[in-house]
């Protein structure tokens, strides 16, 4: 599968089939994206707890406060990312810029791990709603946790939807001399 296939197929999973597991390799290639996503300075300032069985319940419990994300506990895998330190040369360059390269880290990992799972038929939903304190605990962490990605088989409710985007033209500017 091509990227702009997955670009146009690739969407938030809020359904999992609970009976299929994500399979070791499925699994394996999805962190090998991860591990291969670009950072600052090939920094890489974040950790996955890969979260499976009952730790994936917990987790799931610690992203579903107020009714949202009730799919969750529905994932056989949750990813867990935490920021981890800067290495000195983002750190240097991040002060310096006033810029949080730790962010941009994330969410490019985010992108490689979606895009990976897509390409081998899996659905993920990367979450923001979460209660960073439990998760620290269910994951024995003592960095801040940014996000959880989702992972596993689409359920029969989870089917293709239209994409709603801007137009190129409120995304893109060009300036040509």
């Known amino acids: 599968m091509d990227f702009l296939t997955i670009a146009k197929t690739r969407q938030s999973c809020r359904s999992y089939d609970p009976e299929r597991e994500v399979e070791e390799d499925k699994l394996s290639a999805v962190l090998e994206a991860a591990r291969l996503s670009p950072s600052a300075c090939n920094g890489q ?4 707890t890969v979260c499976r069985g009952k730790q994936a319940k917990k987790a799931a419990r610690a992203v579903s406060g107020m009714g949202m994300n009730k799919f969750a506990d529905q994932a056989p895998v949750l990813l867990v990312i935490s920021e981890e330190p800067y290495v000195r040369s983002a750190a240097v360059g991040a002060k310096l810029k006033k810029n949080d390269y ?8 985010s992108a490689y791990i979606t895009a990976e799972a897509a390409s081998l038929g899996l659905g ?7 209660d960073d304190e439990k ?11 940014r996000l959880v990605i ?3 088989y689409p359920g029969e409710k989870d089917q293709p939807r239209e994409k709603k985007r801007k137009a190129l033209s409120e995304l893109a500017v060009f300036l040509d001399e």
């Open 102 to 109: 730790r962010s941009m880290d994330i969410g490019i990992l």
């Open 45 to 48: 300032p974040y950790k996955i």
């Open 150 to 152: 989702t992972l596993g």
């Open 124 to 130: 993920s939903c990367i979450l923001g709603w979460l």
């Open 135 to 145: 998760l620290r605990s269910v994951c024995g962490l003592s960095a801040p946790v």
